[in-house]
């Protein structure tokens, strides 16, 4: 086999089990990075893929984007990472890096070039393929050194799920006496937990079930709301600061969840559901002045950021580990929601 090929658990269509097949890398270049994988996260959004949830997806597709592994060659113009480095690279793997938002170290909103991990396109027109695979191949800015008190199963899922609820309670400023409400309690939400409570925050989990409770505390919540009572979810109105959500259940009760919120606040959208969101209620957003923001992962330098804060703070996710040629059962689990929180494929 070409050395410029990799085996990758692939989709061949909606509805098909991952199979193993070989597929080209990209073409190798002065900034290109090769790893031999050693772990890769599953995150929700390899499941709206796989399923075509967000559109018809290009098969085939080899999803993953919470990748660790070992740098095994570099393009004669990388600085940031040589061979034999544990390295890592997570949702996006390239940008234009010449645009107003990626010269300003915006590169996750880049809206000339960007470059998701996979089922995305080079500039070549290669296509992008992610990490559930032994190898993988992309542009040394959108690759990191994992810190050296971390190993590579932990460092994986700091990739996406991390930096994706690290990067907007960053930005809108969560601090000693806020009230976070984080929205599901999954593979983003458990870090989501985590962070808004290193940040100095009272922390609730709003859970769709009661079955979380026991964890939620252990991650460090306050206080659990499971948000089909509508009693308890009454007594907390008006009172929080920032709400981080993770999941938009199909009958999302908008009014409920906004009217936990203070005047002047956010609520932050980075769950993305398949269908649009609907039945926003105008009147309680006017009138409380609400901000409902989205945020989509999160730069190079807020994931540089986030892996200090991580290791200043004792942040670490809570690992599955399955064996990567079990990659069909773990997506079965995820499906079922058994991960507690983020399941770690290996090879
Ligand atoms: N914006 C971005 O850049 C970005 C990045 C990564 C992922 N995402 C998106 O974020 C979302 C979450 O991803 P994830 O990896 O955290 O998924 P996940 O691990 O499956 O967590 C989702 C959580 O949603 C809740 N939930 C699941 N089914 C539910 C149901 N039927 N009713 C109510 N709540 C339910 C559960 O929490 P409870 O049991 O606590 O209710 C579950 O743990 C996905 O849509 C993904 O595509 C966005
Ligand atoms: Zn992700
Ligand atoms: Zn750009």
Redo the contacts with the bound molecule.
Sequence with gaps: MSTDNFHGWACHGKDKPLELSELPLKAFDDYAVDMDITHCG????D??TIDSGWGPTDYPCVVGHEITGICTRVGKKVQKVKVGDRIGVG?QSGSCLKCEDCKSGNENVCMKGIVYTYSSYWENGDKSYGGYADKWRGHEHFIFKIPDNMSNEIAATFF??GV?TYSPLKHYNVKPGDKVGV???????HFGVQWAKAMGATVV?????D??RDDAKELGCDDYIV?SNKEIMSAHNGTFTHILC????PDFDWESYLSLLKANTHFI?????DAPLSGIPALLLASRQIAIV?????SPSMIEDMLNFAATHNVKPWVNKYPMKEVNEAIKA?RE?K?R??IVLEN
């Design positions: 599953i995150c929700g959004s499941i709206h949702a996406c799920a994706t929205i599901g309690i999954g593979g983003l939400g989990a709003l859970s769709h079930s079955r979380k948000t993770t999941n938009f259940s959208v980075v769950g993305v559901p989205g945020s989509a992962i999160g995820m929601g991960p929180y983020r």
